[in-house]
């Protein structure tokens, strides 16, 4: 049975849309029951794909008006599940079904100092936090990480607002992003234990970030991390899925989620966030042929190196750097449901 707590959906007009950066595409939503989205929140969107309904995420870049124009910044993902593609085909006039704003990545009160940390497009869940910190006069750097400036969102606008709290790293400039470095600085700045990091962007990139915290013994609660389960260590590629208890097999293509090709199947399934976050989807592994992509932030490293269970909405089969990478067949996941 399928679990979704974010039970109120309502009718969103799209306002306006228009180019943020290279296969960045801006919409603007005008929901029917406007509410102002606080920093940190996202929208949740209900988005016919090729015949499926489908939910996907979007932080929630800007809100005005009292929450009646909510904008939000979409990257074309290489390996759209089908949602990006769609949303950069909108245009004015459209209406989306979408939530009231959701806050799952509060911006917290009362640090000494806050350092924002974003991945290419995890931005989007930043730049509200940004505004915020500087209204408010907090001590706060905002980190930007990209592959080159022309796919960087925002990235002229917060240096002209933000100054030099900013730090710009590129890597097709050879300035890179070294995690190390960032979280040795707070580890050994007098207000380490009250320094506050929110950091939105790819897994690995968030994988390296908590590994860093957690040896330097900084405070866990201290680190907080929004995710959409987009980015894994390796490639989308098509997968099967094996329910021994069920008697059948599912397969799942690149540009599908396993729980979406359950579904699709007609398996039941329990969910919630669907973005790797919560940890209700978690079903247990039986075997693998290949490697398994977890993609999630719920489950934590040691979980995911014993391949014992993964989160179904956002986790992968792949043939990766395993020994049966060149052969045909495809990788695939045993998985008992609970
Ligand atoms: S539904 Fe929340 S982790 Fe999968």
């Known amino acids: 049975m399928a679990v979704n707590t974010q039970t109120w959906w309502q009718q969103g007009r799209v306002v306006e849309t228009s180019d943020l950066a ?14 102002h989205a606080a920093p940190g929140t996202h929208v949740d969107l209900r988005l016919d794909l090729a015949g499926h309904v489908r939910k996907r995420s979007y932080s929630v870049v800007r809100s005005e008006d009292g929450g009646r124009r909510l904008t939000l910044g979409v990257q074309l993902a290489p390996s759209s599940r089908g949602g990006s593609r769609h949303m950069h085909g909108l245009a004015p006039g459209d209406v989306v079904e979408m939530t009231g704003p959701v806050q799952s990545f509060p911006l917290g009160v009362g640090a000494d100092r806050y350092v924002l940390v974003a991945g290419g497009i995890g931005v989007t869940a930043l730049v509200a936090m940004a505004d915020a910190l500087r209204r408010r006069g907090a001590d706060y750097t905002l980190v930007l990480a ?5 796919v960087m969102a925002y990235l002229g606008e917060l240096v002209e607002v933000h100054g030099d709290r900013v730090r ?3 890597d097709d400039e050879d300035v890179r992003l070294d995690v190390a470095e960032l979280v040795g600085e707070i ?18 990139l ?8 957690v040896s330097h013994e900084l405070p866990e609660p201290n680190l907080r991390f929004e995710t959409f389960g987009s980015s ?4 989308a590629e098509d997968f099967v899925v094996h329910l021994p208890q069920l008697d059948r097999s599912v397969r799942v293509g690149k540009d599908s989620s396993m ?8 398996v039941d399934v329990m969910w919630d966030c669907r973005k790797g976050e919560c940890g209700i989807c978690q079903v247990k592994v039986l075997d693998v042929s290949g490697r398994i992509d977890h993609r999630d932030v719920f489950l934590s490293q040691q979980q995911k190196e014993t391949y014992a269970s993964l989160c ?3 986790a992968r089969a792949a043939r990766g750097d395993s020994a049966d990478a060149d052969a045909a067949e495809p990788a695939a996941v045993t998985l008992h449901l609970p």
């Open 22 to 35: 290279e296969g960045v595409r801006r919409v603007v939503l005008a929901p029917d029951r406007p509410v």
């Open 146 to 150: 990209g592959r080159r400036r022309a």
């Open 168 to 170: 710009v790293f590129v």
């Open 187 to 204: 580890a050994g700045s007098p207000a380490a234990a009250r320094t506050e990091m929110y950091m939105c962007g790819p897994i690995r």
């Open 206 to 213: 968030m994988d390296a970030i908590r590994r860093a915290w």
């Open 232 to 235: 894994g260590a390796w490639a």
């Open 259 to 266: 729980l979406d090709a359950l579904e699709d199947a007609g």
């Open 312 to 314: 179904l909405c956002v």
